[in-house]
């Protein structure tokens, strides 16, 4: 098959491709860069010209793009099986990734049930704990709630916008989502108390919390966060501590903690796991993106014994888990996500991120001292720089101005991609990523938020 050049190429996107998260009108009065091919922290366009993946292709890619071994197992994997069934047969692959992924987790998790991306870990995990509470109450059981975060983004089904908290995304969706107990979202940049300081914001995020699962109990099954960082609603970093008080307050009320690490997971914060920053272990755990360093979609859902066991019944009692998709536990899928754990061993890849993660924390506090940063968050190697109009005040651009928007078009022109966050400038570069390739990606940053702020 012959590749047309790049104008066709544009036209045919412009012609038939609706992209996600776009206002269409605004793209087809665009020329989109049409991307062929990717080399380590590169993405490069059907013109030749480089681009550094400064989001990692949405927060997916960990050993970089085109990365030999992976290729090479993806091949191997093509030769033997492109693809079974799980309703009925197990398969290698799965198996024995399903093993890795329990070895890996934080203890106690057992348990893998897999499906495609991060939306679908998120609703199985709902539907579990949902069930769950049937299974050990009776089908009268009041624990059909969940409780959820201000701010939050757990993917785009109905049920995963149902416990997001993001209205700009999910507004117009509300009549069709079932309703959640919001708690506060722990913002310390703008702390819904009015009050600064990350401790006073902990503190009353937590009280807040607290008061919300004495009142709701009775009827809570689970609740649901993102730990550490939540990630869509603008990198917004949660206090130390926070998670492993979540934890407390779950067990305390007979509430199951479902943590999304859909996009913390597989070594983001500096850790493999979010959770093990606080040594914590939730009941669900959801994950994906990075789970097949963003090569392919598959996600897994992990549960703890207790979970699996009260699932476990006599045929009549329907006490199965009735929920799968087509391609749950693809064994190419599964060939990357066993490639890429092997590539975090032999990398060392958790060891190398040290460095970077420190020179990171160096750009971060010379950014905040430009006059229209208002805030910058990180968690490891992800990072968010807020904007603002008035650092003072902490009044934000107003949205229509897309100042977040205009800082990535500029950092085009340094040969960056990267994708904003409303005001939030995100920095997500593949794990990777070499500490001059940072300095690279952070120059052009800077220079970027300076020359669309400060003209
Ligand atoms: C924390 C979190 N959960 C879930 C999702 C949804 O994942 P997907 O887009 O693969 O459905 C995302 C996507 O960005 C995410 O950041």
Redesign the pocket.
């Known amino acids: 098959m012959t590749t047309p050049d790049s104008k066709t190429l544009r036209e045919y996107d412009r012609t038939y491709v609706w992209h996600p998260f776009t206002q269409m009108r605004d793209w087809e009065a665009e020329d989109p860069i049409v991307i062929e091919r990717g080399e380590g922290s590169y993405l490069i366009d059907t013109d030749g010209n480089r681009y550094l993946d400064g989001v990692a292709s949405?927060?997916t890619n960990v050993h970089g793009h085109c990365r030999a071994e992976i290729n090479e197992a993806l091949k191997q994997q093509i030769d033997r099986l492109e693809h079974s069934t799980l309703l009925g047969l197990a398969s290698d692959r799965s198996a024995i990734l399903a093993k890795r992924l329990v070895e890996i987790a934080p203890p106690g998790l057992r348990k893998v049930f897999y499906s495609d991306?991060?939306?679908?870990a998120?609703e199985i995990a709902i539907k579990m704990a949902f069930q769950y509470h049937r299974h050990k109450q009776g089908s009268a059981t009041a624990k059909t709630k969940f409780i959820t975060f201000r701010n939050a983004?757990?993917?785009?089904t109905i049920g995963?916008v149902s416990v997001g908290g993001i209205d700009l995304f999910h507004g117009v969706f509300r009549p069709l989502l079932f309703p959640t107990i919001q708690a506060p979202s722990p913002y310390c940049y703008r702390c819904e108390s009015g009050g600064t300081g990350d401790e006073n914001c902990k503190r009353f995020c937590l009280q807040e919390l607290e008061r919300l699962m004495e009142t709701h109990r009775e009827e809570t099954a689970g609740l649901v966060i993102?730990p550490v960082m939540q990630?869509?609603g603008g990198m917004v970093l949660q206090p130390p501590g926070f998670v492993k008080k979540v934890r407390e307050l779950c067990d305390r009320h007979g509430i199951l903690m479902i943590a999304?690490e859909?996009?913390v997971g597989f070594g983001r914060t500096g850790s493999l796991f979010a959770c093990e920053r606080e040594g914590v272990t939730p009941d669900l755990m959801?994950l994906?993106?990075g789970l097949t360093a963003g090569y392919l979609p598959l996600?897994a859902t992990l549960a703890t014994q207790e979970i699996y066991d009260a699932f476990l019944g006599e045929y009549h009692e329907l006490k199965t888990f009735f929920h799968g998709h087509t391609f749950t536990g693809n064994p190419i899928a599964c060939a990357a996500a066993l490639a890429s754990l092997d590539l975090f061993e032999q990398d060392r890849l958790l060891e190398t991120l040290v460095p970077k993660i420190t020179y990171l924390e160096k750009r971060f506090r010379t950014l905040a001292q430009l006059d229209h940063v208002g805030n910058t968050r990180q968690a490891g190697m992800i990072g968010g720089i807020e904007l603002v109009l008035d650092k003072e005040t902490k009044t934000p651009y107003p949205w229509e101005e897309r100042v977040g928007v205009r800082v990535c078009s500029e950092a085009r022109q340094h040969g960056l991609f990267l994708r904003p966050l409303g005001n939030v400038i995100v920095v997500f570069p593949p794990l990777s990523v070499s500490l001059e390739e940072l300095g690279y990606l952070m120059d052009g940053i800077e220079e970027s938020i300076r020359k669309v702020t400060e003209q």
């Open positions: 949405i927060w991306n991060g939306s679908t998120v983004y757990h993917g785009d995963a993102e990630c869509a999304d859909v996009a959801a994906s993106k996600a």
